[in-house]
Protein backbone atom coordinates (compact mmCIF):
# COMPACT_ATOMS: atom_id res chain seq x y z
CA UNK A 1 0.00 0.00 0.00
CA UNK A 2 1.57 3.57 -1.13
CA UNK A 3 2.33 5.35 1.73
CA UNK A 4 4.30 8.41 3.02
CA UNK A 5 5.64 8.86 6.26
CA UNK A 6 7.06 12.28 7.40
CA UNK A 7 9.70 12.63 10.03
CA UNK A 8 12.56 15.03 11.24
CA UNK A 9 9.83 17.33 13.38
CA UNK A 10 10.73 18.38 16.98
CA UNK A 11 11.33 21.56 19.12
CA UNK A 12 13.71 24.35 18.24
CA UNK A 13 14.90 27.51 18.94
CA UNK A 14 14.00 30.87 16.64
CA UNK A 15 17.20 30.42 14.33
CA UNK A 16 17.52 27.04 14.63
CA UNK A 17 17.52 24.47 11.90
CA UNK A 18 15.32 21.09 10.82
CA UNK A 19 15.46 18.78 8.10
CA UNK A 20 12.29 16.83 7.45
CA UNK A 21 11.87 13.95 5.63
CA UNK A 22 9.36 12.68 3.75
CA UNK A 23 9.41 8.62 2.59
CA UNK A 24 7.76 6.61 0.46
CA UNK A 25 6.75 2.93 0.93
CA UNK A 26 4.48 0.73 -1.52
CA UNK A 27 5.15 2.44 -4.96
CA UNK A 28 8.51 4.27 -6.17
CA UNK A 29 8.77 8.07 -5.46
CA UNK A 30 10.96 8.70 -8.78
CA UNK A 31 7.71 8.88 -10.86
CA UNK A 32 6.04 12.23 -9.08
CA UNK A 33 6.26 15.57 -8.11
CA UNK A 34 6.27 15.84 -4.44
CA UNK A 35 5.19 19.01 -1.91
CA UNK A 36 5.32 19.85 1.41
CA UNK A 37 2.22 21.47 3.33
CA UNK A 38 1.93 22.84 7.01
CA UNK A 39 -0.81 23.11 9.39
CA UNK A 40 -0.56 25.48 12.07
CA UNK A 41 -4.51 24.78 14.89
CA UNK A 42 -6.73 27.29 13.43
CA UNK A 43 -5.07 28.13 10.44
CA UNK A 44 -5.32 27.26 7.18
CA UNK A 45 -2.97 24.69 5.02
CA UNK A 46 -0.19 26.06 3.69
CA UNK A 47 1.64 25.04 0.54
CA UNK A 48 5.33 25.47 1.42
CA UNK A 49 7.65 23.88 -1.20
CA UNK A 50 7.23 21.49 -4.25
CA UNK A 51 9.76 19.51 -6.09
CA UNK A 52 9.33 17.83 -9.69
CA UNK A 53 10.25 13.51 -10.42
CA UNK A 54 13.26 14.51 -11.19
CA UNK A 55 14.17 17.03 -8.93
CA UNK A 56 15.18 19.98 -11.76
CA UNK A 57 12.00 22.09 -10.79
CA UNK A 58 11.28 23.24 -7.38
CA UNK A 59 8.66 26.23 -6.39
CA UNK A 60 8.60 27.37 -2.66
CA UNK A 61 5.52 29.95 -0.88
CA UNK A 62 6.71 33.58 -0.36
CA UNK A 63 6.98 32.99 3.20
CA UNK A 64 10.16 30.21 3.21
CA UNK A 65 11.61 31.78 0.19
CA UNK A 66 15.28 32.17 0.77
CA UNK A 67 15.06 29.87 4.16
CA UNK A 68 13.83 26.25 2.90
CA UNK A 69 15.40 23.86 0.29
CA UNK A 70 13.35 21.21 -0.70
CA UNK A 71 15.36 18.22 -2.45
CA UNK A 72 15.03 14.75 -3.19
CA UNK A 73 16.98 11.22 -3.45
CA UNK A 74 15.23 8.86 -5.46
CA UNK A 75 17.35 6.12 -4.67
CA UNK A 76 16.42 6.68 -0.91
CA UNK A 77 12.67 7.09 -2.09
CA UNK A 78 12.30 10.40 0.41
CA UNK A 79 11.83 13.70 -0.20
CA UNK A 80 13.96 15.89 2.38
CA UNK A 81 12.48 19.97 3.52
CA UNK A 82 15.47 21.47 5.24
CA UNK A 83 14.73 24.48 7.02
CA UNK A 84 16.76 27.01 8.26
CA UNK A 85 16.59 30.49 10.48
CA UNK A 86 13.26 28.84 11.77
CA UNK A 87 10.70 31.79 13.46
CA UNK A 88 7.53 31.13 15.54
CA UNK A 89 5.06 31.40 12.93
CA UNK A 90 6.62 28.31 10.88
CA UNK A 91 5.24 25.87 13.74
CA UNK A 92 3.07 23.97 12.44
CA UNK A 93 2.60 20.35 11.66
CA UNK A 94 4.48 19.85 8.13
CA UNK A 95 3.02 17.23 5.95
CA UNK A 96 4.13 16.03 2.49
CA UNK A 97 1.91 14.77 -0.47
CA UNK A 98 2.36 13.19 -3.98
CA UNK A 99 -0.25 13.88 -6.57
CA UNK A 100 0.25 10.87 -9.02
CA UNK A 101 -0.91 12.09 -11.94
CA UNK A 102 2.43 14.18 -12.53
CA UNK A 103 5.63 14.45 -12.56
CA UNK A 104 5.53 18.07 -12.78
CA UNK A 105 4.69 20.91 -9.47
CA UNK A 106 1.49 22.18 -11.22
CA UNK A 107 0.78 26.04 -10.44
CA UNK A 108 -1.74 25.11 -8.66
CA UNK A 109 0.31 23.08 -6.17
CA UNK A 110 0.16 25.36 -3.28
CA UNK A 111 -3.42 24.72 -2.99
CA UNK A 112 -3.43 20.87 -2.18
CA UNK A 113 -5.70 20.25 -5.18
CA UNK A 114 -4.82 17.26 -6.73
CA UNK A 115 -3.11 15.22 -4.46
CA UNK A 116 -3.80 11.93 -4.33
CA UNK A 117 -1.61 10.37 -1.38
CA UNK A 118 -0.65 12.64 1.82
CA UNK A 119 1.10 11.72 4.77
CA UNK A 120 -0.25 12.00 8.33
CA UNK A 121 2.77 14.89 9.42
CA UNK A 122 5.28 15.61 11.42
CA UNK A 123 5.13 18.36 14.03
CA UNK A 124 7.39 21.79 14.25
CA UNK A 125 7.29 23.74 16.87
CA UNK A 126 9.86 26.90 16.83
CA UNK A 127 10.14 28.75 20.51
CA UNK A 128 12.72 29.97 23.15
Known amino acids: QFQLVESGGGLVQPGGSLRLSCTAS????????VSWFRQAPGKEREGVAC????????DYADSVKGRFTISRDNDKNTVYLQTTNLKPEDSATYSC?????????????????????WGKGTLVNVSS
Open 97 to 117: AVNVRTTKCLPSWETGDGMTR
Open 51 to 58: ISSGGGDT
Open 26 to 33: GTTLRYYG
